[in-house]
């Protein structure tokens, strides 16, 4: 049986977006073919009727995880960001949160092309942190700095209290302390721009 253009878009954005969450759960080594084919409801086979290669899917599902994320946050003010993004229910649902605070460290390791994506959907976050900064007045020189600072604190947080047990106290107290300071840099931000 011979499968139309549209299902078989629909076949391919089904394999995307089960890899965009199971790469942000595992890891972009934990998941192989094999399984990522199994989740979307595939034969392993048929793989690479859709892909080249895994590292094309990577390519593809870290946009798709970035786009989701930046489409959750764009139309909040950047308090609200940051609330909803340094938080314990971001931190316990990896699946569905940041591919920079559950991928960066495997990044790293990944060709120029990922990281490319992720260079990407980082300055699109960037932007949304910027955007809200400067919805409080008329603008600063060192927006972009404030919202890249911002950014990096928010997406550290959240790998850091990963990286602790679920219980210890630590991992509350990290999300808690960087919130505190994010709404400050927030705050800081804004009244440098109403003020200049």
Same mark, same amino acid.
């Given at each position: 049986?011979?499968?139309?253009?549209?299902?078989?878009?629909?076949?391919?954005?089904?394999?995307?977006?089960?890899?965009?969450? =199971?790469?942000?759960?595992?890891?972009?080594?934990?998941?192989?073919?094999? +399984?990522?084919?199994?989740?979307?409801?595939?034969?392993?086979?048929?793989?690479?009727?859709?892909?080249?290669?895994?590292?094309?899917?990577?390519?593809?599902?870290?946009? /798709?995880? $970035? /786009?989701? =994320?930046?489409?959750?946050?764009?139309?909040? +003010?950047?308090?609200?960001?940051?609330? =909803?993004?340094?938080?314990?229910?971001?931190?316990?649902?990896?699946?569905?949160?940041?591919?920079?605070?559950?991928?960066?460290?495997?990044?790293?390791?990944?060709?120029?092309?990922?990281?490319?994506? $992720?260079?990407?959907?980082?300055?699109?976050?960037?932007?949304?942190?910027?955007?809200?900064?400067?919805?409080?007045?008329?603008?600063?020189?060192?927006?972009?700095?404030?919202?890249?600072?911002?950014?990096?604190?928010?997406?550290?947080?959240?790998?850091?209290?990963?990286?602790?047990? +679920?219980?210890?106290?630590?991992?509350?107290?990290?999300?808690?302390?960087?919130?505190?300071?994010?709404?400050?840099?927030?705050?800081?931000?804004?009244?440098?721009?109403?003020?200049?």
């Amino acid at each position: 049986m011979r499968v139309t253009k549209q299902k078989a878009q629909e076949n391919r954005d089904r394999i995307v977006a089960t890899a965009a969450s =199971l790469f942000r759960e595992r890891g972009f080594d934990g998941v192989g073919v094999a +399984d990522l084919m199994e989740q979307a409801g595939f034969t392993h086979g048929g793989f690479y009727n859709h892909f080249r290669s895994k590292e094309d899917l990577v390519g593809e599902a870290t946009i /798709k995880g $970035f /786009k989701e =994320l930046n489409e959750r946050y764009q139309d909040v +003010d950047a308090m609200t960001a940051i609330d =909803l993004y340094i938080s314990r229910e971001h931190r316990d649902a990896p699946a569905q949160g940041c591919p920079a605070a559950a991928l960066g460290g495997d990044a790293v390791r990944q060709p120029e092309s990922v990281r490319s994506n $992720f260079a990407d959907g980082i300055e699109a976050m960037t932007a949304i942190i910027e955007k809200g900064l400067a919805s409080a007045g008329r603008g600063e020189t060192d927006l972009r700095a404030s919202a890249l600072g911002i950014v990096a604190q928010a997406a550290g947080a959240i790998m850091l209290s990963r990286a602790c047990p +679920d219980d210890s106290a630590l991992a509350d107290e990290i999300l808690e302390t960087c919130r505190a300071q994010c709404f400050s840099l927030i705050e800081a931000a804004r009244s440098r721009s109403i003020a200049g």
